[in-house]
């Protein structure tokens, strides 16, 4: 099946799921991580990884500081997340950019 191209401006509904209803957020720390990995990797080019953003004692501050003057590669629109799955609705902004932005969220969120 030929894969369609995803086009700038545009909304989509993405969604992931577990396989054999596993369930990935388990409590509300894992909702809470996959909320703050959505926020930080819908910019463009992060200066570091999720990991280590997420050890600085200033991340709030870090966050506003300089990331909010990275431009975004899409813009969430609404999302949902359930114990075995996540949907999501997102506005491409750039080019590959929910390719580029789920591969790094969840990505991040299994490692």
Known sequence: MK?????NNFVYHVFTKSIAGYCIFRDELDYAR?????????????PTKFSAYIRLKDRDQ???????EKEK???IVAYCMMPTHLHIA???LKSSGISIFMGNVLNSYTR
């Open 90 to 92: 997102l506005k491409q």
């Open 62 to 68: 870090f966050f506003s500081k300089y990331l909010l």
């Open 73 to 75: 590669i899409v813009d």
């Open 34 to 46: 996959m909320i703050d990995l959505i926020k930080y990797y819908r910019l463009e080019k992060p």
């Open 3 to 7: 894969r369609e191209t995803l086009a």
